[in-house]
């Protein structure tokens, strides 16, 4: 049964907004909360999961939004990054054209960053956008993707080459969901949590730390709680970045614009890239990502060693990494440089300055030979 779920809102302006709606046992709320955002007059609910997902929490996700009169479809999308394509996106269209989704209805994305960023790409392309509410029952999707409405798909060029923004209507967070994760799944969620506080928020960071430090066995109610408030103050950390840089403006790299959220994902990429996305988690490779970004900041001076040591000991705590040893530094300094001539040329290296305090930085500060060190030292570790 849910508790009284926490409230957290993306004010984006203009009147503009949505809540998302965090707590244990939040997924019996899940009719409400898409009544509310849909309106009295929806009729039907599209809802886009996966196979693992469906099975798990499919039967009450249906059963709430069929006690609030919706008609509900369900379309299980394959399971696996693999499967974010424009190829998985027609077929959703082609299941909510089936389901006869109009303008007024809803379509509800109920699992992990992928059917997210998928559903909620289909449901911005559908009759040019339709109500999508997330549903995240994964730790990332949880505190960073079902927030903040970027939607995309991978193409062969790369990862979420094609996509949309598209704001959810509503973002209902169940954190009781977290407890059926695969240990990788939360290492990799615990690693972009570390990632806010890192660049944002020292509270945040010491908060998150200290929740990691009391151990991931614990169970009692009371770390129940405490689950659901860290991830509701992850939520609302994103959503102040989100509320100010909607749409991660080229022309900003100030340390309030949406491309802090970036911090780790330079080598991080690299890293995905090199092991053709086969290693690492997302989350686990931007774990070594903000290793090495915390290295290349304390190497020029900018970071204090008790600082670079204190975020090393944030990411020990989101779990164990895959080993990246084996990696050769070389081979990520050259897919860096190619990306960067995907990008025009300029590279910006997203730096701390101290926990909490981010810097974006031009490639040209920071010297090949720095970058090759400081990343074979973060992958040593
Ligand atoms: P994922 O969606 O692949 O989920 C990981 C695995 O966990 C999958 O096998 C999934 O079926 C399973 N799963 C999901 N919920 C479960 C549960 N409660 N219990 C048991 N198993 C469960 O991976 P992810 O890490 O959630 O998301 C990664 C994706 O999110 C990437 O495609 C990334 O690009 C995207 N992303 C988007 C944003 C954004 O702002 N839109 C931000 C971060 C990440
Ligand atoms: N996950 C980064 C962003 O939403 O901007």
Redesign the pocket.
């Known amino acids: 049964m849910a508790e009284t779920l926490r409230r957290v809102r993306v004010a984006l302006g203009a009147g503009r907004g949505y809540d998302v709606r965090v707590g244990a046992g939040a997924l019996d709320a899940l009719g409400e909360v898409t009544r509310r955002a849909a309106g009295e007059d929806a009729r039907r609910v599209a809802v886009v999961s ?4 469906f099975k ?2 499919g039967a009450r996700a249906l059963a709430s939004l069929r006690a609030q009169r919706f008609t509900v479809t369900r379309w299980l999308m394959p ?3 693999r499967f ?1 394509t424009l190829r998985t996106a027609e077929r959703a269209l082609a299941f909510l054209a089936e389901s006869e989704i109009e303008r007024g209805d809803a379509v509800v994305a109920l ?7 998928l559903a ?1 790409f289909a449901a911005a392309l559908h009759l040019r956008g339709v109500a999508v509410v997330q549903v ?6 949880q505190v ?9 798909v ?1 193409t062969p060029a790369g ?2 080459l094609v ?1 949309v923004f598209h704001q959810p209507r509503a973002v209902l967070a169940d954190t009781d ?6 240990p990788r ?1 939360l290492t ?2 615990w690693c ?1 949590a570390v990632k806010h506080g890192a660049v944002g928020d020292r509270e945040l960071f010491e908060r998150t730390k200290k929740f990691l430090e009391e151990g991931r066995d614990a169970r009692d109610d009371g770390r129940r709680q405490r689950l659901a408030d860290l991830v509701a103050a992850h939520c609302a950390f994103k959503a102040k970045i989100v509320a100010g840089d909607e749409r991660e403006d080229s022309a900003r790299a100030d340390a309030r614009s949406r491309r802090v959220l970036n911090f780790g994902h330079t080598v991080g990429h690299a890293l995905e890239a090199a092991t053709r996305y086969g290693r690492f ?3 686990e490779a931007v774990g070594y990502g903000m290793l090495a970004a915390a290295e290349i900041s304390f190497r020029l001076g900018m970071l204090a060693r008790t600082e670079l040591e204190s975020l090393g000991e944030a990411v020990r705590l989101a779990g164990r990494l895959p080993p990246a040893d084996g990696l050769d530094p070389k081979l990520i300094l050259r897919i860096l440089r190619t990306d960067k001539k995907r990008r025009g040329g300029r590279a910006r290296w997203v730096l701390l300055e101290g926990i909490g305090r981010a810097r974006v930085v031009d490639g040209r500060e920071v010297p090949a030979s720095l970058v090759r060190a400081a990343t074979a030292a973060a992958l040593r570790r």
Request: net charge neutral.
């Open positions: 996966n196979a693992r997902v798990l929490y399971d696996g990054e974010k699992g992990g960053g992928v059917v997210g960023d909620g995240p029952t994964t730790l990332v999707a960073d993707a079902s927030v903040g409405g970027k939607t995309a991978n990862k979420n996509g969901t977290l407890a059926t994760l695969r799944e990799s969620g972009e988690r997302h989350g």
